[in-house]
């Protein structure tokens, strides 16, 4: 049974263009005078001076500053040691791996967490868990919600377009993620928490309805996929956001020689399970092809043998979680689709 629990939600949420130099101005509204910075290694050095110079202009100390070289557990249980305990927030900066570290830390350290993404690549920039390292294993561990999310909708347009394709291939998961929810209910009793499924999905119809790539469809963009991350702290599982789709891009992790962007993998998974259930394959196909999704794959191509295996490999990842892997053996289907769909058929190489 889900039993029903307060739900974390984040209290501060900015998304326009030139956010990041109103963060001094936000972190002093709340009270957050002395602040620990953990930022992206490779983040342009300008975007790091714009947020310091902000944060300085209103009397914020930055107590410690540091770059996030790894996603290591180890790593960031070091950096964890070393915080100050005076500080009143925790501001994560940059790419999904300095994000994961730094709600990581806040976590530890009890204190607010403020996550400001440079890109929309994944809905890691709000969610409830992080993805780091134990050992040489990728695993979620149990984090802290974001006091606030701040999105600049301009620094996340001036990223590189194949991270907004990843954040696409990763909002859209939400559909497959949420009909494995409803199968796994139907042939094992799984509990559904409605509320979260329906917020999950209609976070992507609400995309869907403009999926442009301009200053508006980033914060349609960035919105929904923070809705996804408030619908997981919502039911307190990830079921309305991760289904088959992501075992799939999660062996393809462990098993490729090359394992690419999460919501790469993940939208064309997705796509390939939405065959699978027979529901929503015409409205992802059309949305890749709007946004050119479909392109960015066909220019560097999956590796076909890799995605059978991860495909085989996939449902044992994760005991006691039911999803159209489990309800037959679907590897016949999906050699097929690989071959013949005519989408997919260009996702992988000759
Ligand atoms: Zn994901």
Redesign the pocket.
């Given at each position: 049974m889900l039993i029903p629990k307060q739900t974390v939600i984040p209290t501060l949420v900015r998304a326009k263009p030139g956010a990041l130099d109103r963060m001094g101005l936000y972190a002093e509204r709340y009270g957050f005078i002395r602040i620990l910075l953990f930022f992206s290694q490779d983040l342009d050095d300008r975007l790091i001076g714009r947020l310091t110079s902000s944060l300085r202009s209103r009397n914020i100390q930055i107590l410690q500053q540091a770059p996030v070289e790894s996603i290591g557990f180890e790593k960031a249980a070091e950096l964890f040691g070393g915080c100050s305990a005076n500080a009143d927030a925790i501001i994560g900066f940059g790419g999904g791996k300095a994000l994961d570290v730094a709600k990581y830390i806040a976590f530890l350290c009890q204190r607010p967490y403020l996550s400001v993404p440079t890109s929309l690549s994944?809905?890691g920039f709000c969610s409830p868990q992080s993805s780091l390292t134990v050992g040489d294993r990728r695993r979620p561990l149990p984090s802290a919600m974001p006091f606030g999310v701040i999105l600049d909708t301009a620094v996340c347009l001036n990223a590189p377009e194949i991270l907004w394709h990843s954040g696409v291939g990763?909002l859209v998961?939400k559909f497959t993620a949420v009909t494995d929810w409803k199968m796994a209910f139907h042939a094992r009793g799984t509990p559904v928490d409605d509320f979260a499924a329906l917020l999950s999905d209609a976070s992507v119809y609400q995309f869907l309805a403009r999926p442009v790539r301009d200053l508006e469809g980033m914060i349609l963009l960035g919105t929904a996929l923070l809705l996804n991350g408030i619908s997981m702290s919502i039911c307190g599982s990830s079921r309305p956001?991760?289904g088959s789709e992501?075992l799939i891009s999660h062996a393809l992790d462990t098993l490729s020689k090359r394992p690419r962007l999460?919501g790469l993998q993940?939208g064309v998974a997705t796509y390939l399970i939405s065959l699978l259930q027979a529901q929503h394959s015409e409205r992802i196909a059309t949305l890749f092809e709007a946004t050119g999704f479909w392109r960015a794959i066909a220019s560097d191509p999956f590796d076909r043998a890799e995605w059978l295996e991860a495909a085989r490999v996939a449902p044992s990842i994760k005991s006691d979680f039911y999803t159209v892997l489990s309800s037959r053996d679907c590897l016949p289907e999906i050699e097929r689709a690989l071959s013949c769909d005519p989408n997919l058929r260009q996702c992988f190489r000759a």
């Open positions: 994944n809905d990763d998961s956001a991760s992501h999460h993940v």
